[in-house]
């Protein structure tokens, strides 16, 4: 580990939101940086629960979340938030009103807000998300809380990274359908109808609640569909005990256990990845491979045959 890396994570053990926000950019700019960090401390704690909320752009997800962030902070928990902003032209003033919406809490140390870019990855979520909730883990964040668009299919990355999936909707954001179709209906765990005082929204509920009753798995569970006003202050208790009934379903029943058993096995997956392709980087005959591939366009050679070539040419690297 680079040195200045461990002072940084001396810091960040000791409390230094500094030192935090420094190591949030060096995961940033390169994702792979998290596995020294995390090899360079005991264990990581894996204590902080993880709220996933999404939903179409302009619904209230930073409104809620900033009165999320303060009913927490009645109860002195630390919390960590990441806004996900999806860099599209359209979309380019979000981390301005998720900055400006959660403004209260900045001067607050027992909240740190971070805003990111999507780059376009899969999943509308960068990389580095998985790294940055890692941070607020060992930092010792009692909360962490992603803020992303959902607003197609590729945004639905945040299922894998959430313990708990938050959709909001709002009455004129469009029907439960347009909500159907981004394939929003199969992720939430919660499901909020915000601005309520703007009339349609126990219709859109009970639209959506219908649905979800067509869908629901799970026996025991069954998914709510709650409405508030974010910007009024109405409706977050309810929220709230939502979002505590739901964990403490799933903590004791182990789904809570097995969803971060499976993140860990995908986790490992995608380390793999990519140091599979680095390792492709250590052939020199690459002109070989560019042919063998060729042949494969034409039918040639099957994929098969070129995965064998591409391991021989790496074993005798
Ligand atoms: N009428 C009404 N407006 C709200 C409510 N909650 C949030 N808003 C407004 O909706 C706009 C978008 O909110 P924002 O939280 O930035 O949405 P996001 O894009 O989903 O994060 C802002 O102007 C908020 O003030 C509500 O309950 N009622
Ligand atoms: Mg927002």
């Known amino acids: 580990m680079k040195k200045n890396e461990k002072n940084l994570m001396n810091g960040l053990l000791s409390g230094d939101r500094v030192c935090l926000s420094r190591l949030i ?3 940033e700019s390169d994702p792979s940086a998290i596995s020294r960090i995390s090899r360079s401390i005991k264990e990581v704690p894996n204590h902080a629960y993880r709220i996933g909320m999404t939903g179409p752009p302009g619904a209230g ?7 999320i962030i303060a009913r927490f902070r009645e109860k002195k928990l630390k919390i960590g938030v990441i806004a996900v902003d999806p860099s599209s032209p359209f979309t380019g003033g979000a981390v301005l009103g998720d900055r400006i919406r959660m403004q209260e809490h900045t001067l607050d140390n027992g909240v740190f807000i971070r805003s990111i870019g999507s780059r376009g990855d899969f999943g509308g979520l960068s990389n580095s998300t998985s790294a940055i909730i890692k941070l607020f883990d060992i930092f010792g964040m009692d909360i962490v809380i992603i803020e992303t668009v959902g607003v197609g299919q590729t945004e639905l990355g945040i299922i894998k990274i959430s313990d708990c999936v938050i959709v909001t909707l709002v009455p004129e954001s469009g029907d439960s359908i347009q909500a ?20 349609g929204a126990e219709k859109l509920a009970r639209e959506i609640d219908y649905m979800i009753s067509l869908k629901q798995t799970t026996p025991k569970w069954r998914t709510k569909v709650l409405t508030a006003q974010a910007e009024n202050d109405i409706g977050i208790n309810e929220i709230m005990d939502e979002i505590k009934s739901f964990r403490e379903f799933e903590e004791l029943n182990g789904s809570l256990l097995a969803k ?16 599979l ?11 070989k491979v560019k042919k063998a591939i060729s042949k494969l366009k034409d039918g040639k050679l099957e994929s098969e045959d070129i995965a064998e070539l591409i391991f021989d040419l790496l074993k005798r690297e």
């Open 25 to 27: 950019s060096i995961v």
């Open 180 to 199: 159907m179709k981004a394939g929003l209906m199969e992720i939430g765990d919660i499901f909020i109808v915000n601005k309520s005082d703007r009339g």
């Open 260 to 275: 971060r058993s499976a993140r860990k096995i995908s986790e490992l997956d995608e380390l793999l990845n990519r140091k």
């Open 277 to 287: 392709k680095q390792e492709l980087e250590r052939i020199k005959d690459m002109d």
């Open 61 to 67: 997800k930073s409104t809620l979340t900033n009165k």
